[in-house]
């Protein structure tokens, strides 16, 4: 009774602390306090209370925790034995239990139970019972006899704590009870309690189910603990909330590999759905104990994912949501995005570790982005892990900084890419500065501009998106790159400074200073670099923060001082800075006007401006070509500043610009001309009929007449006169100048200067037929310079008028156009007259050309193209080129210059007078305006003929003709090619750094972006299509009339030229706009959308308005299409086949790739005829062809059959014709093509294979089959190419007793392989076609059978194709040496490939598949036997470019005899296994006689070879070869 009441008190004593337990502490221990005469030992009469005393523990009430006098293991032993020696056992266990069942009903005695108990400190028990003592209930869990009953009493208990609420200092009951079962000694049932406490999971809360799981692992037997993985794996995807703590419990667990596997694939199926707080947890378990085979496979499914942008949209969404609620809710918004970029943080931390301390993680990550090869499958998360591996692993950067050239250039990794990566996770990828800015650094060293631009890119998004300390560090490696000296770098370092200084002025002002050091360093600038310096320097030193700042000083001390000077150089680039920096001062004065409170700041700021430009106009006053330099940049200042120059500043140029143009160039038109001048004078090209009085005229002649004798006496003394020089190099920059003026006052009017437009020169007679060779030396130049100038003033006026719209004007224009081209033709033959002269210069705001073109060089490369034996010279070339020309591989761009030679050619030949190439004289001539371009909108136009008193007389119509819609075109690709297809750049050698001159020509264009210039293409393209399609309805026309003969007897030989080279510039200007890389960048994607849409109008004209992107694409392609049977020459066929790659590989779609391939092979079975009868040869053909053969190779369906189809098909025929003649089936490929088409076979046969999966032990054995198949078909292909040297070289072999070695050795190497390769393909046919079921018609297995089909006639086809390689005669040229050279390269690579990739397979598939593994060894043993032979005939002819192939070649072929020795070892086959000596022989099958060979037995080892025939080898055993060590194997199982 006394006991009922103690336990009743305590329970209500236990009721009132549950209802304290939210409580503060001090409230509890009042509690406590008003219940502290209970506190103390429990004492009553139960079983329970007395046998637990008598074992050693005093059980104590309140809050006091159990004591424990004795050893834990003493107190189970004796408890033990009590409850066994009890009279009433095994019923005493039972009251015990409920003894202990009444006992815990009390909250505070329960939570003593679970607590550790308290050591007793005493006299005699300090020594005997330990520091730490387990808690009551797990030391009653630890005897055998009471286990049971206690975890059925705990997890009854378990359910009354599931709504319990824990305070910050109350007892978790639940974690406490759970705990119990860990680590213990024995459980007697384990399963029974797994699944028990897995049905508590199912029904508890999510709290107690997250203490339930992670306790499990300690809990769990190692037998229970695949059965536990599979059970929570399935929880795992039921239920994401318990993600973590599942996850955590898996990570303590061991696991066999296939279940783990099991496991991390349920991970992984739940990444996209889990939380984000969840996720690195989620990601650590998938990362953890990766083994090295499955490392790949696991990072490529997990990057396929996990998805930043998931991370990325709540981010957004609170920050769209902070801008419309109040501050404080803007405050809790941005304490939730930090939260989430922790977690994003903590994501790639997780990542970061396992990069670190696992070994094949950054391996495996990198392979898999390498993998990767769709552009939309590569996201931000490869970016940033990259970055991550690139700073945590430092033996990876080579590689990562490898994938990423690789990459960036496909469009893979675009700056859209790395622009979101800075714009969303810059808390995350600041931690990888160091390795951002060693990559753009690594990156602007590049030869590719797509990489270039990625470098510039990473250094504008680093100064924008991290702090200070690495906004200096950008600005530091930017100018470092500028002060280094290359050009490219130069340039692209430059232009981030200039992006910055716009979008971040303010930032950038607080490093003015390493940027003003640049100015120490300007030695190495070239003019248009320094333009962009000074701009740089100006906008920060004239910003509102910045007024007379000493960037200021320092940038007017240095103008002054290089415009003192003498030296043209820095005179040059004094004028050039003084320029720029005035146009910042005025757009700073502009800006200050439109405040009144700055008016005094704007009337300082054009005080000095005009003090600034008066200094510039006193230093160039004596020297001409700094004084058109002037001229140029301030037209170029206002051209820039269009409508934003203050007018008092425009007001001051054009006072006396009119003046100076009118009073130095112009004169009235008189019958004559006073004066002493080298030639008549003669007013020529005057579009005003009317000459009556008032008529102007442009003096040039006397004006160059004037300067030319000036020359001649000394022009010193003028110059000492202090007068301005007058010269007519300052003829066009000065119009320039006056025409940018004329139209910013009158608003694009030009009538104040219309004049000019049709007023005439003053010339001489340029009837030079037969008269240039009784001219002086110094008469042909000065007509040269005369024509060079007249030729300046006609292009600015073009330039000039090009926009006006009346029509009147725009017949004038045109005209202007024709008397260019027609002066063009005069110029060149008085150039090729004139060897020596020194051209004038046009272009001033470019250093002095080192290697300017001379008449001498071209005058005498034209005499020795001209003469009677150039067909054969350039056949024997052709046929004997060096093998480094072989083996490059021409992209792109080719010249267009081969078609004008023609043009030429044909006049010159007409007119008897050798011609001059101008296309190399561009840094002399005026530069064209984009808008010129404007002129291909016009279209007949009439020209009206006035009277004397302006009625109209007559209307003469006037045209864009051929050869002026060549000039327009030859300029507009020349732009187009510069600006929006940068070139390679190429870093000079050490100590010879030249002179950038490529941008000699184009400076006005550079000035311009290359969005603009896309633009104003795109606006081009409607006439563009105009003029392409008139010259299909030519060439179709054309063809039809002279049924189908290109060279029939009405083709106008001209004619015809001049509009092939139309259409060829044509289509390279639809390629290159196409090619801009900028089309991939979002902002441009309207853009390219219009583009397309032009050219869809054109099929479906008004139905293209809604089409979606890939329609109009697809629409485009087809009308681009439609050009395909009327391209003239094999030039237009190529440049039409890379513009359909170009617009197909906007969406790759399979179709479009069978397209492309099946047009590339009707261009090369095509016949390529000139108009005047011969066939297309030379060096820019064979480039052509070597891209064009590529091109059909890459897009072909099937590589291996497309080579098999050349080689045995078109090889013999060419074989079979006459000396000149060429395959029918291919009748491009001719004795001067067949190296190109012999390398281009074996560099595509070479990578095909390398696509070949390398085989698996889990290959199954259909999966063995296919892949035995497909090598079969390339040793097979490898055979007959090789072969062609082999057999090309038979019958030129010395004879030996009437018979020749070579042939024989030929036609029994071919018939064995034939067989041996009929017989795979037979069995193999056989096997699976037998079984095989109507209904399975389109599965896979028939798709396989069809393919052995295929193989099976194939190698019909090619043993008896083989049986005439060696019954025809076969000429030299398949043993020359680029073939060769080319088969000792790619016969090294593609055994390499078969070493690497194949050997695998066989090592898997001999026993399955054993007759076929040796049909197949066999056939490429006869191979590598050929190549040892092409070794020694390397070493006979001692010719360097060969023999340094041979020894890694034979390192190749001695690792091919041994790892078939091993594959024989492997699978128990090694007695089948010998090796034999192969005795060295050239290509003619002779033997190479050594001294030791002559007198000793050559024969040697465990067998002498057999005879080299292989019809006689045929047995047991069969050989197979060392190139190294001159061994032969050969290996066949045997039972």
Not at 720 to 732: D, M, R, W, Y
Request: charged share 25%; with cysteine; hydrophobic share 40%.
């Amino acid at each position: 009774m006394v006991s009922k009441r103690k336990l009743s008190k305590s329970d209500a004593h236990g009721d009132s602390l549950i209802a304290e337990l939210p409580q503060t502490k001090k409230s509890r221990i009042s509690c406590k306090e008003k219940t502290s005469a209970e506190d103390g030992a429990v004492e009553n009469d139960s079983i329970f209370v007395q046998l637990i005393k008598t074992a050693g523990i005093t059980l104590n009430s309140g809050e006091r925790q159990n004591d424990i006098a004795v050893d834990q293991a003493t107190f189970q032993k004796k408890l033990c034995q009590i409850l066994r020696k009890h009279p009433f056992y095994p019923h005493v266990v039972q009251e015990f239990v409920s003894g202990l069942e009444t006992h815990i009903k009390d909250r505070d005695q329960f939570r003593n139970c679970l607590l550790p108990c308290a050591p007793v400190r005493g006299e005699v028990t300090r020594n005997l019972v330990h520091s730490y003592c387990e808690s009551l209930i797990k030391l009653l869990l630890g005897i055998e006899t009471l286990q049971p009953a206690v975890i059925t009493l705990l997890l009854e208990k378990l359910p009354e704590f599931f709504f319990d609420t824990v305070g910050t200092f109350g007892t978790n009951f639940p974690r406490l009870i759970v705990n119990q079962f860990k680590w213990l000694d024995k459980i007697l049932d384990s399963k029974d309690l797994i699944m028990k406490l897995m049905q508590m999971v199912s029904v508890s809360p999510v709290p107690i189910q997250h203490d339930i799981i992670t306790s499990l692992p300690e809990i769990l037997e190692d037998s229970q603990q695949s059965e536990f993985a599979r059970e929570v794996s399935q929880l795992l995807k039921r239920d994401t909330r318990l993600t973590v703590p599942i996850l955590d419990a898996l990570s303590n667990l061991d696991l066999d590999a296939g279940l783990l596997a099991e496991v991390r694939q349920s991970a992984m199926i739940i990444v996209p759905a889990v939380k984000l707080e969840d996720l690195p947890v989620v990601i650590k378990f998938i990362l953890h104990n990766i083994k090295a085979v499955d490392a790949v496979e696991v990072i490529s499914a997990l990057r396929k994912n996990l998805d930043l942008s998931s991370c990325i949209l709540p981010l957004q969404i609170l920050s769209s949501q902070s801008k419309l609620k109040s501050q404080p809710q803007t405050s809790s918004s941005t304490s939730q995005v930090s939260s989430s970029q922790n977690c994003v943080k903590l994501l790639f931390d997780v990542i970061k570790l396992a990069v670190r301390f696992q070994k094949g993680i950054s391996e495996a990550w990198i392979k898999a982005i390498e993998n990767t090869v769709s552009v939309s499958d590569h996201k931000v998360l490869d970016l940033i892990v990259l970055l991550l591996i690139h700073t945590t692993n430092t033996k990876s950067r080579k590689q990562i900084e490898r994938v990423l050239r690789n990459k960036i250039p496909l469009g893979c990794v675009p700056e859209q890419l790395l622009q979101s990566a800075f714009r969303n996770h810059s808390l995350v990828i600041k931690d990888f500065f160091p390795s951002i800015l060693s990559l753009a650094q690594t990156f602007l060293h590049s030869a590719d501009p797509c990489v270039v631009s990625f470098g510039s890119c990473m250094y504008k998004q680093a100064f924008s998106a991290f702090d200070s300390y690495c906004q200096q560090e950008v600005v530091s490696a930017l100018v470092t790159h500028i002060c280094g000296g290359n050009d490219v770098e130069v340039d692209i370092s430059l232009d981030v400074l200039t992006d910055l200084v716009t979008l971040h002025t303010s930032s950038l002002i607080r490093y003015a200073t390493f940027v003003k050091n640049i100015l120490d360093y300007t030695e190495k600038l070239n003019p248009q670099q320094i333009r962009k310096l000074f701009y740089i320097l100006g906008e920060l030193a004239f910003s509102q923060r910045q007024e007379d700042s000493y960037i200021q000083d320092d940038m007017h001390m240095v103008i002054r001082k290089w415009l003192s000077s003498t030296v043209p150089k820095y005179k040059q680039m004094g004028i050039i800075g003084a320029i720029t920096v005035a146009g910042s001062m005025a757009a700073k004065s502009k800006e200050d006007r439109c405040s009144l409170e700055r008016t005094q700041q704007s009337e300082e700021h054009c005080r000095q401006l005009s003090i600034l430009l008066d200094l510039v106009s006193y230093c160039c006053e004596q020297s001409p070509e700094a004084l058109a330099l002037y001229y140029d940049e301030l037209a170029n200042l206002i051209e820039k500043q269009k409508g934003n120059l203050d007018s008092q500043i425009l007001e001051r140029i054009g006072k006396s610009v009119v003046e100076d143009f009118s009073n130095d160039f112009v004169v009235d038109l008189t019958p004559v001309v006073d004066g002493v001048h080298l030639f008549p004078v003669k007013s020529l090209y005057n579009l005003d009929e009317d000459e009556s009085q008032g008529t102007i005229v442009i003096n040039l002649l006397p004006l160059l007449s004037q300067n030319w004798l000036g020359k001649s006496v000394g022009e010193m003394a003028t110059r000492n006169q202090g007068k301005k020089i007058v010269s007519p190099e300052c003829l066009c920059p000065s119009f320039r100048l006056l025409r940018l003026y004329t139209t910013e006052q009158h608003n694009g009017s030009m009538e104040e200067i219309d004049a000019l437009l049709g007023c005439p020169l003053y010339l001489t007679d340029l009837e030079i037929e037969g008269k240039l060779g009784s001219l002086a030396k110094q008469e042909r130049e000065f007509l040269c310079s005369l024509l060079f100038n007249a030729l300046n003033w006609f292009r600015e006026v073009v330039n000039a008028f090009c926009k006006q719209q009346d029509l009147e004007m725009k017949g004038k224009v045109l005209t202007r156009l024709q008397n260019i081209t027609e002066l063009q033709n005069m110029l060149g033959k008085c150039l090729a007259a004139s060897p020596g002269y020194v051209l004038p210069p046009a272009i001033f705001d470019c250093e002095a050309l080192e290697a300017a073109p001379t008449v001498n060089a071209v005058g005498l490369v034209k005499k020795k193209k001209t003469g009677g034996k150039k067909q054969k010279s350039e056949g024997s070339k052709d046929s004997s080129a060096d093998h480094s020309q072989m083996e490059e591989n021409p992209e792109g761009n080719q010249s267009e210059a081969e078609t004008t030679q023609l043009e030429k050619d044909t006049t010159e030949k007409k007119s008897g007078i050798p011609l001059v190439q101008l296309q190399s004289y561009r840094a002399f001539f005026r530069e064209l305006d984009l808008e010129v371009f404007t002129i291909l909108h016009c279209g007949l136009l009439t020209k009206s003929i006035l009277d004397s008193e302006m009625h109209t007389e007559a209307r003469e119509i006037v045209q864009l003709g051929p050869a002026e819609l060549v000039f327009l075109l030859d300029d507009l690709c020349q732009k187009l090619e510069h600006i929006l297809m940068p070139p390679a750049a190429k870093r000079a050698p050490f100590l010879k750094q030249g002179k950038d001159c490529r941008n000699i020509g184009f400076s006005h264009l550079c000035q311009r972006s290359s969005q603009e210039v896309a633009q104003c293409a795109v606006e081009l393209l409607k006439p563009l299509c105009n003029h392409m399609e008139n010259m299909h309805n030519y060439f179709q026309a054309l063809i039809t009339e002279n049924e189908e003969v290109v060279d029939g007897p009405r083709v106008n030989i001209q004619e015809h030229q001049l509009l092939s080279s139309c259409y060829q510039q044509l289509l390279q200007v639809f390629r290159l706009l196409f090619a801009w890389s900028g089309f991939s960048q979002r902002e441009n994607s309207d853009l390219l959308r219009s583009a397309l849409k032009v050219l869809a109008d054109r099929l479906k004209p008004g139905e293209t308005e809604f089409l979606l992107l890939e329609d109009l694409i697809s629409e485009s392609f087809h009308y681009l299409l439609n050009f395909q049977h009327s391209v003239p020459n094999f030039q237009c066929a190529l440049t039409l086949t890379q513009l359909l790659i170009v617009i197909a590989e906007k969406p790759v779609a399979s179709w479009k790739k069978d397209k492309i391939a099946s047009l590339a092979k009707q261009f090369l079975c095509q016949s390529w005829m000139q108009p005047s009868g011969m066939r297309e040869k030379g060096s820019q053909f064979s480039d052509a062809l070597h891209t064009l053969v590529c091109v059909y190779m890459e897009h072909t369906d099937n590589i291996l059959k497309a080579v098999e189809d050349i080689s045995s098909v078109g090889v013999p025929e060419l074989i079979n014709s006459a000396n000149d003649g060429y395959s029918s089936t291919y009748p491009t490929l001719t004795r001067q093509t067949f190296p190109v088409f012999f390398q281009v076979m074996m560099a595509q046969l070479e990578n095909s294979v390398r696509s070949i999966p390398a085989g698996k032990p889990s290959d199954s054995s259909e999966v063995q089959l296919e892949k035995l198949l497909h090598w079969n078909m390339a040793v097979r292909d490898f055979h007959i190419l090789v072969n062609l040297v082999k057999d090309g070289s038979s019958d030129l072999s010395p004879k030996k007793n009437g018979s020749s070695v070579g042939t024989s050795l030929s036609s029994s190497a071919v018939k064995t392989d034939a067989k041996n390769s009929c017989s795979f393909s037979a069995k193999a046919l056989s096997s699976l076609s037998a079984p095989l079921p109507p209904q399975s018609s389109s599965g896979p297995t028939d798709c396989l059978t069809g393919f052995l089909l295929l193989m099976y006639l194939t190698d019909v086809m090619s043993f008896m194709v083989s049986r005439n390689f060696t019954s025809v005669s076969c000429l030299e040229v398949f043993d020359s040496r680029p073939v060769l050279s080319i088969c000792l390269k790619y016969g090294r690579l593609f055994v390499e490939a078969f070493l690497k990739l194949a050997m695998p397979l066989l090592d898997y598939s001999f026993k399955k598949h054993r007759e076929d593994v040796q049909s197949l060894l066999k056939t490429l043993q006869l191979s590598t036997r050929q190549l040892h032979h092409m070794c020694g005939h390397s070493k006979i002819h001692q010719d360097l470019g060969l023999t340094n192939h041979v020894p890694l070649l034979k390192k190749s072929l001695e690792q091919f005899v041994y790892r078939v020795k091993a594959m024989l070892a492997f699978n128990h086959c090694q007695e089948a296994f010998w090796v034999g000596i192969l005795k060295n022989r050239d290509l003619q099958g002779e033997e190479i006689l050594s001294q030791d060979s002559e007198e000793n037995d050559p024969g040697e080892g465990v067998s002498q070879l057999p005879r080299e025939d292989p019809a006689e080898e045929e047995g047991d055993i069969s050989g197979s070869e060392d190139g190294s060590e001159h061994n032969d194997d050969d290996e066949e199982s045997s039972e």
